[in-house]
């Protein structure tokens, strides 16, 4: 493991690792247990290795208020008409579930971590013991609740969405001075869906560059172009809401990866790691055996001793055992040492 990696549980995390791939239940469980174990199972049969939860319940995100500040007006939003209170009461993970959640994880060899939204999350989810955190962009300015998680000395994962590079820069000071040795900064665009204009994921090696931790992507775009191309620019983790169905509807289906295409997100993303690769310039291995298929010079008719080279007789013609075609105006005009047959590779040898 390099400086630049991380591990969490059992999975190394970094540059010099397969992208780690999260699959983010929400709150695609629809309000039932069994959905939930079955996204579990799903998750796990599509590749994935990490299902991640959000620990929160409505009374610890909000005020059960309905007007005002406390309700959603956007017509554009998923949730527009609900209230925050309504929206968190629907969407979240039942604490008593957790257990259930995470032992269903652990059988079936997927990390399970979460988001905890406020301190006694994090208490509850130690008591769990989860292996890392997730600190979401919502609250990636939130500084006591990042000295609480930091303080567990457990990798942060930490979504950067709509954090200035000042608030940014504040925020990874906390996380170190508070414990933290190992966190990757997540680029997220906060917009659900997000549309991939809007991904600037130009930003991921500075922002790996400038922070020197492992970078990935927190992603609320649709498909998988996003992803694919986050790492081609580095991206170490990869991070993807996840439902059986979208048509089974739900706060977060509209935006999630169903299993199939999770399954291609999996595998995917390890081919876009492996094709990395690094600086090299000449044949591979692999190519050794194609080098002979390259242009060379090949007598194409037969030729009499003291016979002169001329276009007719002499061409640049695969395969590639004669001369390199760059000698073909050298030959030109020069005589042949003996007699050669048609087909025969050129070299000095047969000039004269």
């Known amino acids: 493991m390099s400086a630049d990696d991380i591990r969490i549980a059992h999975r190394l995390v970094g540059p010099a690792a397969s992208p780690f791939i999260i699959a983010e239940m929400s709150g695609n469980h629809n309000g039932s247990l069994d959905r939930a174990l079955d996204t579990v199972e799903a998750a796990a049969a599509a590749g994935a290795h990490a299902l991640k939860l959000q620990t929160y319940t409505a009374e610890t995100m909000t005020l059960d208020l309905h007007d005002g500040d406390f309700l959603i007006e956007d017509p554009s939003s998923l949730w527009s008409g609900k209230s925050l209170y309504q929206l968190y009461e629907e969407a979240s993970t039942p604490w008593e579930w957790h257990p259930s959640i995470f032992e269903t994880c652990r059988r079936l060899g997927l990390i399970c971590f979460s988001t905890p939204f406020d301190p006694t999350a994090v208490d509850f989810l130690e008591s769990l013991d989860v292996p890392a955190y997730k600190i979401a962009s919502f609250e990636n300015t939130d500084l006591a609740l990042i000295r609480k998680v930091a303080a567990t000395g457990k990798p942060i994962m930490l979504s950067c969405g709509m954090a200035t590079l000042a608030e940014l820069d504040e925020t990874v000071k906390t996380l170190r001075e508070a414990g933290c040795t190992q966190l990757v900064l997540l680029k997220c665009t906060s917009a659900y869906p997000a549309s991939p204009e809007t991904a600037n994921l130009r930003t991921l090696p500075h922002l790996r560059d400038l922070f020197r931790v492992p970078v990935g992507l927190s992603d609320h775009t649709l498909g998988l172009g996003a992803a694919l191309a986050a790492i081609a620019l580095g991206a170490s983790v990869i991070e993807k809401h996840f439902?059986?169905?979208?048509?089974?509807?739900?706060v977060d289906a509209a935006f999630s990866l169903e299993p199939e295409e999770l399954r291609a997100l999996a595998k995917e993303s390890h081919r876009a790691w492996q094709a990395l690769g690094r600086i090299h310039y000449g044949p591979t291995d692999k190519e050794q055996t194609s080098l002979r298929?390259?242009?060379?010079?090949?007598v194409v008719k037969a030729m009499e001793a003291?016979?002169?080279?001329?276009?007719e007789n002499v061409r640049s013609i695969r395969p590639g055992y004669g001369l390199a075609p760059k000698y073909l105006p050298m030959v030109m005009g020069k005589r042949a040492a003996k007699a050669i047959q048609r087909g025969s590779p050129l070299h000095w040898d047969l000039i004269g």
């Open 306 to 311: 003291d016979e002169t080279f001329s276009v």
């Open 243 to 250: 439902t059986l169905r979208r048509a089974d509807g739900g």
């Open 293 to 298: 298929f390259r242009r060379s010079l090949y």
